[in-house]
């Protein structure tokens, strides 16, 4: 079956612009995460959304990031006025129910590249 | 704080050695501890978790509760299992267990022939 999709897979922007990434989750996954991969940093959480609602967004690095989720299933990660340390691989999953006993199945992921 | 260790950033061996990867954790409670694997070009998934108890591709990782550790193990490397391994913890039962992972900052395995 289908897995987790991302698009863009790559996005080359200028510093300042916006950018929106996509995330198409597993069809029937009510839970929906956004990690970031970046060389410095490793991977890191940056939002949890349990159906369209997200009750964890501790790991959003500012303001300019923000991310919906509409329908249950599509998800949206917008970063407004992008820096250049927002270059990173942002990951996307789902899983069946928000839980660490379910399966969390990921994305091939975006690359940003904020010139 | 929760954290998750993984000292080495990059471990070689040779094809047919043993092959321990190293992870550390701290957590207030009893998370759940997992081990994700990113081969080239390919997504990041699961390779195995410490409820299932399984032994997957020949790897094996024990919780010691007490080293607060969660080692991964394999006795005879393969080629194939050169990539780079994650650590990775997630809050245990009750109402703050969103699944919500939180990684280490990842060991390169490489396994020369």
């Known amino acids: 079956g289908a897995g987790v999709s991302q698009s863009p897979s790559n996005k080359v922007t200028e510093k300042g612009k916006d950018v929106e990434l996509r995330c198409d989750p597993i069809s029937g996954h009510t839970a929906l995460y956004w990690y970031r991969q970046s060389l410095g940093q490793g991977l890191e959480f ?3 959304f349990q159906g369209n609602s997200a009750p964890d967004k501790s790991g959003l690095p500012s303001d300019r990031f923000s991310a919906e989720r509409t ?3 599509v998800s949206t990660l917008t970063i407004q006025r992008t820096q250049q340390e927002d270059s990173a691989v942002y990951l996307c999953a789902s899983s069946l129910v928000g839980s660490s006993y379910n ?3 990921f994305g091939p992921g975006t690359r940003l590249t904020v010139l | 704080a929760q954290r998750v260790t993984q000292p080495e950033k990059l471990l070689s061996v040779f094809k047919g050695a043993p092959v321990e990867l190293k992870c550390n954790y701290s957590y207030s409670g009893s998370p759940e501890l997992f081990w994700y694997v990113q081969y080239s070009r390919q997504r990041l998934q699961l390779l195995l ?3 299932s108890r ?3 591709k020949g790897f094996t990782a024990d919780l010691n509760k007490g080293e607060t550790s969660f080692h991964l193990k394999k006795p005879f490397a393969q080629e ?6 994650y650590c990775a913890l997630s809050g245990g039962g009750g109402s703050s267990n969103t699944g919500k992972l939180i990684f280490g900052q990842g060991t390169t395995l490489q396994v020369k022939p």
């Not at chain 2, 194939?80 to 391994?85: G, K, L, P, T």
């Open chain 2, 80 to 85: 194939e299992d050169s990539a780079m391994y």
């Open chain 1, 46 to 48: 940056l939002i949890y």
């Open chain 2, 49 to 51: 978790r410490h409820i």
């Open chain 1, 71 to 73: 329908g249950g299933s």
């Open chain 2, 54 to 56: 399984e032994s997957i």
């Open chain 1, 103 to 105: 399966e969390q199945f």
